[in-house]
């Protein structure tokens, strides 16, 4: 089953980097653009059907199972060095391209939504293929080296660039817009229903990224950029101080 899902990812790495959507598999299939996501998710592909959408690439199954296996046998990186991740927060454009990249964004996204250069981004693409996150494969293209579980260092230089730089901005909204949504709870619990809620809180992150990354071979005009922040501790408000015995 975990093969299967690979080349299903693989796959729709695949359809991505030929410019191809789920639109154009459902008309080559003959189903509703509904169906194709549903057998994407589920892993539920015949050999008939993913030889019709291979032939959309030009390619036969084998070259994909092919593909997958190179893929495989490229590490994959969980996380970033110290350093490497100094690299990023101290270069604003370097770490934009990195997260953009992160979510699937190709060169041609890049500089159609940016005022980069392609020799520009081939530079920046570069470096990150030296920190192992990426490959940069012929004709500029783009293969992730992330591990599923790949994250920011706790306490890291990214998790600070943030903190210092952009969490002013990230809550300078008042959070009433279409796909926004701020709650904040406040209560009392024992350390082992924290221990269950920081445990739900993990598995919420996990069903992000799965659907993050179901969504990457997604056209970029149909994603919008999301940011969750997450956070629970033992907290007392400083402000009530001078009330406290």
């Known amino acids: 089953m975990a093969q299967k899902t690979q080349l299903i990812a693989t796959l729709k790495q695949s359809l991505k980097s ?12 003959n189903l509703s653009e509904a169906s194709v996501k549903r057998l994407f998710a589920q892993s539920h592909l015949s050999l008939a059907r993913l030889d019709l959408i291979c032939q959309m690439m030009g390619m036969e199954i084998s070259d994909l199972v092919a593909q997958m296996n190179q893929q495989s046998s490229i590490k994959e990186v969980s996380q970033l060095s110290h350093d490497h991740e100094q ?10 391209i990195a997260v953009c990249v992160l979510n699937g964004w190709t060169i041609d996204d890049l500089t159609n939504h940016y005022h980069f250069t392609t020799t520009q981004c081939v530079h920046y693409l570069a470096m990150l293929d030296s920190m192992g996150l990426i490959t940069l494969l012929p ?19 990214i998790q600070h660039f943030f903190q210092q730089k952009l969490a002013a901005d990230f809550f300078d909204t008042q959070f009433d817009q279409q796909h926004e949504q701020l709650m904040v709870i406040n209560g009392m619990l024992s350390d082992s229903a ?52």
């Open 18 to 29: 030929h410019g191809l959507t789920y639109a154009d598999v459902a008309k080559t299939l």
């Open 87 to 96: 690299v990023l927060a101290d270069d604003p454009a370097l770490l934009l």
């Open 139 to 157: 004709m500029n293209r783009i293969q992730l080296r992330i591990a599923v579980n790949f994250s920011w260092r706790t306490n890291g230089p």
């Open 194 to 245: 924290m221990a269950i809620f920081q445990r739900k809180l993990r598995q919420l992150v996990a069903e992000f990224d799965e659907l993050n990354n179901e969504d990457r071979s997604l056209p970029l005009s149909e994603r919008k950029g999301t940011t969750v922040v997450l956070a629970a501790r033992n907290w007392r408000y400083g402000l009530f101080d001078h009330l406290r015995k």
